[in-house]
């Protein structure tokens, strides 16, 4: 491995066995354009401000965990990581949810290439318009869990607008009570919680939401990885197997976690009350699968897009050094013993050689192009 002053980091201490123990401490994954930048993580820093964790530039193991002052010795960024760092010290809290919002921002306004522009202002129009389905869903929801369902009782989903408006505002106000707050101040809250279930997913449409979609994108990309390990012949691909192994661990807790999510719909007036009371209790718990599926989506595209000039074997390389660490706060939230699983897993990460030239042939302005065009298939960033 260099050393930090021969990578031009004096400041910098190299983490070898980088293994966090919440997801905060993992960071969040950011989508850089930089080649030197890919797969690096925000996260609070321990005093203030924000910093990042970068993947040792040499290609061994290890981490440098620098401000952005830092990765400018290391790298010349792109104007789109210039500008998307000057917006992430904007971020009073960091998620993946507001990381994500500013990431779709800042390629709306062409600085991840042209090719981005019309999906992140897609994305954004959608993301909107999925909120205010979430907040319909929500009423009906409250209207079925209040109203008795005699004979003549009609499904608030195929009643007239004028009707549903009715009905809805009497069974607020019926479940006022239930809560502990005026009638009036449930419809703020109804609307507050529309926003942190939108990618849950609620309704008729639940699957259609962001996160379930994502966990589906990791099955396809396990299905994909059986079929290579076949194509490989005896002994098949160990990058393959572990990307399968890792994609499908982490599906299986994305799952659970949002299962625990929507569950919390169950019950509409204790949900109300426990916003009311702990708003962020819930917004954590919510964030959980998006947590989990951090930066996958970014693995997934990779393979999507392998044989446009990027080799397979090549992209596997690629694909087994972002795999992200789950780290033990994981195990707190399902009824798992992960340790075990989680060792297997990291013992069979490969290590990248320092020098090895895997991409044999591959410019920088190839690969800055080549993420420019993941930003255009993602534009919100590595989900």
Request: charged letters at 25%.
């Amino acid at each position: 491995m260099d050393t930090a002053e021969e990578l031009g980091l004096p400041l910098a201490k190299p983490i070898q066995g980088f293994q966090p123990s919440t997801f905060l401490e993992r960071g969040i994954a950011v989508p850089f354009t930089t080649p030197a930048l890919v797969g690096a993580r925000l996260r609070p820093a321990e005093r203030r401000g924000l910093e990042l964790i970068v993947p040792n530039p040499a290609g061994g193991r290890g981490v440098y965990i620098v401000p952005w002052d830092g990765v400018q010795d290391l790298c010349s960024p792109t104007l789109h990581d210039r500008q998307l760092n000057a917006r992430l010290d904007l971020l009073s809290v960091v998620t993946p949810g507001g990381l994500r919002r500013m990431a779709c921002e800042v390629a709306a306004e062409g600085l991840a290439g042209r090719d981005a522009v019309a999906p992140a202002r897609a994305l954004l129009k959608q993301t909107e318009q999925d909120q205010l389905f979430a907040t319909f869903e929500l009423l009906l929801a409250v209207v079925r869990a209040v109203e008795q369902r005699d004979a003549g009782w009609l499904p608030p989903n195929i009643a007239e607008r004028d009707a549903l408006e009715r009905r809805a505002q009497q069974a607020l106000a019926t479940m006022a009570p239930r809560v502990g707050r005026p009638a009036e101040d449930l419809m703020g809250i109804l609307e507050e919680l529309a926003v942190v279930f939108t990618g849950v997913g609620i309704g008729r449409q639940a699957a259609e939401a962001r996160l379930p979609l994502m966990i589906a994108q990791l099955d396809a990309l396990r299905r994909q990885m059986r079929l290579w390990q076949r194509a490989c012949g005896e002994g098949g691909s160990p990058d393959a197997m572990l990307v399968d192994r890792t994609a499908e661990l982490t599906a299986s807790l994305a799952r659970a976690t949002l299962q625990d999510a929507r569950g919390l719909l169950a019950d509409l007036p204790r949900l109300f009350r426990a916003w009311a009371n702990a708003p962020d209790d819930i917004v954590r718990l919510c964030a959980r699968p998006e947590w989990l599926l951090d930066g996958w989506e970014r693995i997934c595209l990779l393979w999507q897009t392998a044989d446009d000039g990027f080799g397979r074997p090549a992209t596997l390389n690629e694909m087994v050094a972002l795999i992200p660490t789950t780290p033990r706060e994981a195990s707190a939230w399902v009824e798992m013993d992960l340790e075990a699983r989680l060792g297997g897993l990291r013992h069979h990460r490969r290590k990248v050689a320092a020098g090895e030239d895997w991409r044999t042939g591959v410019t920088v302005v190839d690969l800055i192009a080549r993420n420019e065009k993941l930003r255009a298939l993602s534009p919100a960033g590595p989900a």
